[in-house]
């Protein structure tokens, strides 16, 4: 198969297809995270939302459709990453590798220092891939609501 993937900057009218993308991607999960992750309460209003207010998207499309996401926006100096999303049928590619190399692109055309994200202390295959891609765990976190850590963060400099 030839590789006619495409990575570029969502716009507003992708809200429906991101909001889709992250679905499908995210429903793996469901029943295997404690808390249940968010990405399964958020609506194409509030993609939508989210694009208007500051983050912004990249859409990786293989022959027009689109196969994965990742949603980008500042942070601390930083540009962090979040429901870095690969469809079922594209996985094993190396596509959230492509997306998360894109990410780092755009910071550096930023020009910002490092790249951030958050990752479940239960994905531990997910915690492989980012260690894999040069990402060291910078803290851990307990969402609301919980008295231990469920949350790893981690940060990429780049240099």
Known sequence: ????????????????????TI????EQYRGKLVPESGAFAETVDDI???????TAAIIA???????????IRPYEG???FGRLSVLPSARGQGLAARLIRAVEDE???????????????A??????LFHSLG??????EAHPGFDHPTSINMRKPLV
Do not use: K, W
């Not at 939508?48 to 500051?54: D, F, I, S, V």
């Open 1 to 20: 198969m030839s590789d006619s993937l495409v990575l570029r900057t969502a716009t507003a009218i992708d809200a429906p297809a991101l909001a889709a």
């Open 61 to 71: 499309q293989r022959d027009g459709a689109i196969v994965g996401c990742v949603m």
């Open 23 to 26: 679905a499908a991607a995210f």
């Open 78 to 80: 930083d540009l962090y």
């Open 107 to 121: 910071a550096r055309a930023r020009h910002l220092p490092g790249v951030r994200l958050g990752v479940r202390i």
């Open 135 to 140: 990402y060291r765990e910078v803290s851990r």
């Open 123 to 128: 994905l531990t295959a997910n915690q492989r």
């Open 48 to 54: 939508a939302r989210e694009l208007a207010t500051g």
